[in-house]
């Protein structure tokens, strides 16, 4: 990426971040080693609502951690989780002024600082970015879920994850339900042949709206999607991506990380149709399948008054699995039931299975699943934003990129509304 060419509006309140543009030099802190009893410095991109939790959840994962470093597009948003994140790791909290960063280039500028692991929670269209400059730096990874917003972006966090097991870096991914301990012994079931060969999948993301934020005038184009970036493809991948990979990617995990070989879908944007929501769908339906002819029938959607849905189903030849009740059945009555202690929170098991692997000097790895998941997600978009069918292969190798022509707080359009039949893939 390159550095913003103008700043965005809102800093204007740059007195709390008066010393943040010093060289990196003169911020940078001593490198110790990741092993034993040294402390590991750990930096936050992204300090949104969900970055600021992770960053606790980080702080909170290993006895002899300090957050050392923030960066963030906006200033308002690093001053609230530096307020938060302050009192909540209290001494564990280590972040003067001349280690926060802002702007485009701040990821840069934080993991060079002298960190040792990031935890990345900017929008999901720098992911792909942010994670390959982490690793070619040796830093250990904490991604937030989705890992990328196009092909492109899915070939690049292919390549730093295969990079990342030759230095032997951790990458921990943000999608969280695998690291429950409800829904791992689930799966176990599932894997061990409990509910017999499957035959078909169900998931549902159906949901109500999400939050946006009102466009203030001093803002420029690129401030306003950064501000609301679920609502611009660029940005979030559209919800099917956002938000439904949860699902898709307990989908993916029941059939042992193994990708469909195509997909066909529908969807479109039939109430939240306001130009505040960008434009995205608010609806998506895609049937997967594999090479042996099970099919995955996913659903989302996000809108107001409706009936809502969050549910995974196996359907074997043995019985069927709802997922997130934990229960395995046969015509309707329980053959298998989850009855175990709930175990550590999942949002705060993944930082504490990240950090004891780094620890032992076994780092874990989700690069490659994480970006299975990822693209089958993307894929799912490419078939209800075209109306075709799209296959595993031209989804992988699409050419499609969304990456906006410059990086700067200026003008930048939105794209029109995909429409299907109409939209050309890429």
């Known amino acids: ?184 012994e689930t799966m176990k079931q599932v894997h061990d042949g409990t509910v017999g060969d499957i035959v078909a999948l169900q998931c549902s993301y159906n949901t109500g709206p999400l939050w946006s934020r009102e466009r203030q005038p001093n803002w420029s184009d690129m401030e306003w999607q950064l501000r609301n970036w679920l609502y611009f493809t660029w940005l979030s991948g559209d919800f099917n991506v956002e938000q439904h990979i949860h699902s898709l990617d307990k989908m993916m995990w ?67 699995c709802d997922v997130m009740k934990h229960t395995i059945h046969v015509n309707g009555k329980p053959v298998w039931k989850f009855q175990g202690p709930p175990g550590v929170n999942m949002y705060q098991n993944e930082h504490n299975e990240l950090f004891a692997s780094i620890r032992q000097g076994k780092p874990i790895n989700d690069g490659e699943w994480m970006a299975k998941s990822t693209l089958l997600a993307i894929m799912g978009r490419m078939a209800t934003y075209t109306g075709q069918q799209i296959t595993w292969q031209q989804a992988l190798s699409s050419k499609e990129n969304l990456t906006p022509a410059k990086y700067e707080f200026g003008p930048l359009s939105v794209p029109d509304v995909a429409r299907p039949g109409i939209t050309k893939f890429v």
């Open 254 to 320: 029941a059939m042992k990380d193994e990708p469909p070989v195509k997909a066909v879908g529908l969807g479109g944007r039939q109430v939240r149709t306001d130009p505040r929501f960008g434009h995205i769908f608010d609806h998506h339906s895609v049937v997967y399948e594999w090479g042996n002819g099970v099919k995955l029938f996913a659903n989302c959607r996000q809108m107001a008054n409706c009936v809502n849905d969050v549910t995974d189903h196996v359907m074997g030849t043995k019985a069927n």
């Open 1 to 184: 990426m390159t550095g913003i060419s103008a700043t965005p509006a809102s800093t204007t309140r740059r007195e709390f971040l008066k010393t943040s543009a010093v060289g990196v030099a003169a911020a940078a802190i001593p490198h110790v080693h990741a092993a034993g009893s040294d402390v590991l410095r750990i930096g936050l991109v992204g300090c949104g609502g969900r970055g600021t939790g992770a960053g606790a959840q980080a702080g909170n994962a290993d006895p002899n951690v300090k957050l050392v470093a923030l960066a963030d597009m906006f200033p308002d948003h690093l001053e609230r989780a530096h307020k938060i994140l302050q009192k909540e790791l209290k001494d564990k909290f280590d972040v003067p002024k001349e280690r926060c960063f802002t702007g485009f280039d701040a990821y840069k500028q934080l993991i060079d600082c002298g960190v040792d692991v990031v935890v990345l929670a900017s929008p999901p269209h720098f992911r792909p970015a942010h994670i390959k400059y982490a690793v070619e730096k040796g830093k250990h990874i904490f991604a937030e879920k989705p890992c990328a917003v196009d092909a492109p972006g899915v070939r690049a966090v292919l390549a730093a994850a295969e990079e990342a097991k030759k230095k032997n870096l951790a990458i921990v991914s943000g999608l969280c339900w695998r690291y429950d301990t409800g829904k791992r």
